[in-house]
């Protein structure tokens, strides 16, 4: 299975229109490959909170309509990255979308847990509330982005849902990259499963980005990581790894905290 994880860069100069199009076309031309994912707010820029009303759209808006495009055109599964999404009722989502290879949209995911700590992103937008997974012919993937990085809980939840390869969407900053590689790597090892996770690149609302992609393999091994710019990350995966991982060393089947209601002391 190989997949291209496109660590597209955010330049405020750049239109939103323009930036559709330009991630469109890196997305065609990964054909031959089995899944594309792109990052986080890569329309707007995740720290560019005053653009996030103006450029939101439905759930079937511009965005939706370009990557599932992109997606039939390539012939791939494409994680589009996120955006945001305007509900009927108005209120603004950090969402994802996985397109098919036929450009049928398959998932929906919206950001659960919102970055801010009572600002911007926390107090702008609504949390998802529901676990999102995809079923690839050859892996089931689990939906996660950004701040979710720093909540297992999450990805524990992923995989009880059958999750086998973990895909995060970012817009991280620069100046916490090394907590961006310590999670994702802890996240494959607690749960034995690849991670890919992909970043923005550039700086957008005077926060540079950490690019820095990465994809760790089900043993916490480092497969490739992008640099600080735009590129595009290939990378050959296993599905069987992660089967043979658990079965090799099957601290998952252990486990004692989280299957039921603990028992608390008195």
């Known amino acids: ?29 990964q054909q031959g490959v089995d899944l594309v994912v792109l990052p986080e707010l890569w329309t707007v820029g995740a720290f560019a909170y005053p653009a996030f009303a103006e450029e939101a759209e439905p759930l079937a808006g511009p965005t939706h309509e370009v990557m599932a495009k992109a997606a039939a055109e390539a012939g791939v599964w494409l994680h589009a990255g996120s955006f945001v999404e305007r509900a009927d009722d108005g209120t603004l989502y950090n969402t994802s979308l996985v397109f098919s290879p036929e450009g049928e949209r398959s998932a929906r995911y919206r950001k659960i847990h919102r970055f801010g700590f009572d600002r911007g992103e926390a107090v702008m937008m609504g949390a998802g509330e529901e676990l999102v997974t995809v079923a690839l012919p050859d892996t089931t993937l689990g939906l996660a982005t950004c701040y979710d990085l720093r909540f297992p809980e999450q990805f524990r939840g992923l995989v009880d ?12 900053p620069e100046r916490r990259r090394a907590h961006w590689t310590l999670l994702a790597q802890a996240r494959a090892v607690e749960n034995q499963a690849y991670v890919l996770a992909v970043g ?3 700086t957008h609302a005077d926060v540079q980005q950490a690019g820095h992609s990465i994809v760790v393999d089900p043993w916490g091994e480092v497969l490739a990581q992008a640099g600080a710019d735009e590129e595009v990350l290939t990378v050959e995966l296993d599905p069987a790894k992660v ?8 601290a998952l089947k252990d486990r004692r905290l989280g299957l039921a209601p603990p028992r608390l002391s008195s």
Request: charged share 25%; net charge neutral; aromatic share 4%.
């Open 1 to 29: 299975m190989r997949a291209s994880l496109i660590q597209i860069a955010v330049d405020p100069d750049e239109s939103v229109d323009a930036r559709r199009a330009r991630a469109a076309s890196l997305v065609v031309a």
């Open 161 to 172: 849902a059958g999750a086998e390869t973990l895909v995060v969407a970012a817009g991280w």
């Open 243 to 250: 089967r043979a991982t658990r079965e090799q060393f099957p």
């Open 200 to 202: 923005t690149a550039g």
